[in-house]
């Protein structure tokens, strides 16, 4: 017995000194995945706080004297020239920023509500259009789109929604896609125990669907919407080609890097555009990062 324990323990001692070093290697992956997300950040803060002077000199220094005047600049000068009836109008940070929100909010609202409709009618409901529609997501994934892009114009300007936060509206909200095999699988490990039991009691389908199932899915419904609206936020191409006259605070930062460069286009106000922009994303983050990070836990039945 004696030599069973100390092959025991000496198989425990070195199952932890294995488990030890791995312990390791991974903290050191994780420290250095870190440094890479939080160095940018530090960096970009700094900068915005410093003089175009200060930076030149010393590009890794800190802000001595702490300075204001990058964010009023940006907020000042920042500006895009839209077509506006027969003349030209200026559209500034703040109202590309308004535009970026609305954009953004509404876009992410379609673009998860639809699809979660979708998969909650072809999870949930055995019909033989049920199984088309999943077959359609999939194949949309599978096979690659390509050169769409000026039937999309067209198409936009001949149902007179070209321009507009409508036709986009209407364009975002569309099924295909990841997320609606993420609403789909939720769904379809929802028991249908519940609906029944609602039956009984005289609810319709609507109501099952909006009191009952929904807040079943809710974790799900938040963390796709969040996602969603990172996506649009940062979204740059669509107000460029299909809202002209709104453009968003991307778009304007896509502006600033080629048209503004000889006004000012320096590395301090770029990085000053980049924090303003990056902050409404990084405040969600930090209300948001369990619902983004963690498990989606759906309840089952007892008894």
Not at 222 to 244: C, E, G, Q, R, Y
Request: with cysteine.
């Amino acid at each position: 017995m004696n030599d069973v324990q100390r092959s025991i323990a000496n198989n425990n001692k070195n199952m932890r000194f294995k488990n030890k070093g791995l312990y390791i290697v991974l903290a050191a992956l994780l420290i250095a995945y870190i440094f890479t997300i939080a160095f940018p950040l530090v960096l970009a803060l700094t900068s915005s706080l410093r003089s175009y002077g200060s930076y030149i000199d010393k590009p890794l220094g800190l802000p001595r004297p702490i300075t204001f005047e990058n964010y009023i600049v940006t907020f000042n000068e920042l500006k895009l020239d839209v077509i506006s009836g027969a003349s030209f109008r200026s559209v500034y940070l703040e109202e590309m920023l308004l535009y970026s929100l609305l954009y953004s909010v509404g876009c992410g609202l379609a673009a998860t509500l639809t699809p979660c409709i979708t998969a909650y009618a072809a999870a949930k409901y055995k019909y033989r259009f049920s199984r088309v529609i999943y077959l359609v997501v999939i194949v949309t994934m599978i096979l690659p789109i390509v050169g769409s892009l000026p039937s999309e114009i067209m198409m936009m300007q001949n149902l007179r929604l070209f321009d507009s936060f409508f036709g986009v509206l209407i364009m975002k909200a569309n099924f295909l896609g990841l997320y609606f095999l993420v609403f789909f699988a939720a769904f379809k490990a929802l028991p249908w125990d519940f609906a029944e039991s609602a039956f009984i009691d005289g609810a319709g389908h609507f109501r099952v669907f909006l009191r009952i199932m929904l807040p079943l899915v809710s974790n799900a419904i938040l963390a796709v919407f969040l996602l969603n609206f990172i996506m649009f936020w940062n979204d740059f191409t669509t107000s460029m080609i299909f809202m002209p006259s709104f453009p968003t605070a991307a778009y304007g930062m896509y502006y600033m890097r080629f048209a503004m460069a000889s006004k000012f286009g320096t590395e301090v106000m770029k990085l000053t555009a980049c924090l303003i922009l990056s902050t409404p994303l990084i405040i969600l983050f930090v209300i948001f990062q369990k619902r983004l990070m963690g498990n989606l836990a759906i309840g089952g039945i007892k008894g």
